[in-house]
């Protein structure tokens, strides 16, 4: 059974930091690219960053880009978000997502996603 655990998240203040992390089981963690996919209140989901298996290759959504950092521990099997310079339009729930099948690439597909970690940013 594919399990993705997400932790970290909480309430922080405009241009503060968060790190999000997943814990991964269930499936070959290394054979698959992994996103960070998010949701606001009365949104659809929108997809944050996506990342390699080998971890060479990383996408950043463009309002993300330069503020947050995708990274994973295939030994650990475990995905990591570290979030800077946080805007209260990043509040939202953050979850990690599986790619639907295994391969190298990045991919903004995916078939399994946490329950989330929700984060809020406000003064």
């Known amino acids: 059974e594919v399990q993705l655990v997400e932790s970290g998240g909480g309430l922080v203040q405009p241009g503060g930091s968060l790190r999000l992390s997943c814990a991964t089981s269930?499936?070959?963690?290394?054979?698959?690219?992994m996103s960070w996919v998010r949701q606001a209140p009365g949104k659809g989901p929108e997809w944050v960053s996506g990342i390699s298996t080998s971890s060479l290759t990383t996408e950043y959504a463009d309002s993300v880009k330069g503020r947050f950092t995708i990274s994973r521990d295939n030994a650990k099997k475990t995905l990591s978000l570290q979030m800077d310079s946080l805007q209260p339009e990043d509040t939202a729930v953050y979850h990690c997502?599986?790619?639907?099948?295994?391969?190298?690439?990045?991919?903004?597909?995916?078939?399994?996603w946490g329950q989330g970690a929700q984060v809020t940013v406000s003064s």
């Open positions: 269930g499936f070959p963690f290394s054979l698959y690219a």
């Open positions: 997502a599986k790619a639907p099948v295994a391969g190298w690439a990045v991919t903004r597909a995916y078939d399994y």
